[in-house]
């Protein structure tokens, strides 16, 4: 048995705890069974952007004939897209080797690791244990009990990054974000696309008005069905056949493409690692439960990342990982606030969101709701930029933002203003006093903030 001042299980975030601990001379291992650098780097965020941002290239050249620009496409390079993505892949996994090789003091265990006992891992049959222990151990595709779907060869957001040629058709099982990112890039490669979503609207977290111009934006390019829940898949010919009953008519019919992509949400890895044999608790979805100092029921013991099931991004992950290193190595009490926690949505048109919807402000707020459209400011104008909507959520005795949402180009770019706003406690006023350059699209945010009425 190997005794270290800190184990750290998982390479994405976690690569930065450890990095941290091995500053601070603590005896450090790391446990990873691959890919190196974890979901984000290998199949998460960097592959699926840099694919969306062809799909991104591709759309725009389509959508300029409204602007009286008309330009064909004449090839489409799918292999070259791929291949350009998995060599970004490549070099970002080696970066992250030889960075580990070059940190001296650290231990990397190479494998699939699991608890045996009290601040105890086994991993490639050795053992190890540890003072101090942090769990950035991410999550997995969750994959629905769907009769027939284990004998379909089906994708998944990573086996997807495998693909050689671009399908003729393929059905997306799931309307999540990840779904409607993957749908949005393979309707611009010229895939042919449905969707399967069971709910009765798509990326449900997001405001219903925001999913409801998602939706119709996507039908546009792609046949998108909700409240329709796949209950069969069959291999018919070289592809699959997907049986799907409508929720509120209980019929069925039948879909057919050449591959599944299956999208519908991401479980947790505490399963694998066992948690509960170092006495973990894990909730009622299998993540594993932490307090505001992202510590779990078991002293010294931190989860942080997807492992704790809170919001599951690569920007919030990392900062949790400040907040747990500052307490752990340095005796600090950080609580963590994901009170101006953000997120966006690589789809077409693009998704942004920050705070609270207006449906969760209700439960605890007296609250006023903005709204503007793109094409109520110069540039949205000029941009004939017709369905893009940002709302505000605000709390009415004290103007305090508790959410925006933003749908339309540039979301994620255009929110940050209200993040930064939010995180040092921003009141709509603040915001309309810093001076916006007219004409661009960040007038957005002061003319929704000027709209403020009763819901
Ligand atoms: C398709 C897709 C697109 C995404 N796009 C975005 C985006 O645009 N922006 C964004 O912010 N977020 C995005 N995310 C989410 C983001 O990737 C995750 O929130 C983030 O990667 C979580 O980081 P983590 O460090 O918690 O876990 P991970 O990065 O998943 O790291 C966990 C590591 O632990 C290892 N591991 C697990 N169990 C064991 C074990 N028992 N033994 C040894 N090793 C183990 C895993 O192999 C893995 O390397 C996306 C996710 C997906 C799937």
């Not at 990873?32 to 591709?58: E, H, Q």
């Not at 027939?148 to 998944?156: E, F, H, K, N, P």
């Not at 119709?216 to 997907?242: F, T, Y």
């Amino acid at each position: 048995m190997k005794n270290y001042d800190v184990i750290v299980i998982g390479s994405g975030c976690g690569a930065i705890i450890s990095g941290e601990a091995v500053a601070y001379d603590f005896k450090t291992a790391l446990v990873d069974r691959g890919p190196l650098g974890g979901t984000c780097l290998n199949v998460g965020c960097i592959p699926s952007k840099m694919l969306i941002y062809t799909a991104d290239r591709i759309v725009e050249i389509e959508e300029a004939k409204k602007l009286g620009i008309e330009a064909g496409i004449s090839n489409i390079d799918f292999k070259s897209i791929m291949e350009r993505m998995r060599h970004n892949i490549q070099e970002n996994q080696s970066h992250v080797r030889e960075g580990m090789k070059q940190a001296k003091k650290l231990d990397f265990y190479e494998g699939e690791g699991h608890f045996t006992g009290d601040y105890t891992l086994e991993v490639n049959g050795e053992k190890i244990k540890g003072k101090k222990i942090f769990i950035a151990s991410g999550s997995r595709p969750f994959i629905p009990p769907i009769k027939g779907l284990d004998s379909v060869g089906y994708l998944t957001n990573e086996t997807v990054l495998e693909l050689k040629a671009k399908p003729d058709s393929i059905i997306i099982i799931g309307g999540g974000y990840i779904a409607v990112e993957y749908g949005h890039f393979f309707a611009a490669m010229g895939t042919k696309v449905t969707m399967l979503e069971m709910a009765d609207r798509l990326v449900l977290p997001e405001e219903p008005e925001i999913s409801e111009l998602l939706r119709k934006a996507l039908s546009k390019r792609m046949a998108v069905h909700i409240g329709a829940q796949a209950i069969d898949v069959k291999q018919k010919g070289n592809g699959v056949a997907v049986l799907v009953k409508d929720k509120k008519t209980g019929k069925e019919k039948s879909f057919n493409g050449q591959s599944v992509l299956m999208a519908v949400g991401r479980r947790s890895n505490a399963d694998i690692l066992k948690v509960e044999n170092t006495g973990v608790a894990t909730d009622n979805r299998g993540f594993i439960k932490v307090d505001q100092y992202l510590e779990t029921s078991k002293k010294n013991i931190f989860a942080v990342g997807d492992a704790n099931g809170q919001q599951m991004f690569t920007h919030v992950a990392n900062r949790e990982v400040v907040i747990v290193a500052n307490n752990a190595f340095h005796n600090a009490r950080f609580k963590i606030d994901y009170s101006a926690a953000s997120h966006a949505i690589y789809s077409h048109p693009q998704i942004a969101s920050v705070g609270l919807t207006e449906e969760n402000a209700r439960k605890d707020h007296q609250i006023l709701v903005g709204r503007a459209k793109y094409n109520d400011v110069a540039k949205g104008e000029a941009m004939m930029e017709t369905e893009g909507l940002a709302k505000a959520i605000v709390e009415k005795e004290t103007e305090k933002i508790l959410g925006f949402h933003i749908i339309g180009p540039c979301a994620p770019v255009l929110i940050q203003e209200v993040v930064n706003a939010m995180t040092s406690g921003g009141h709509s006023g603040e915001i309309d006093q810093g001076l916006h350059i007219h004409p661009a699209l960040t007038e957005l945010i002061p003319t929704v903030l000027n709209n403020l009425e009763e819901p």
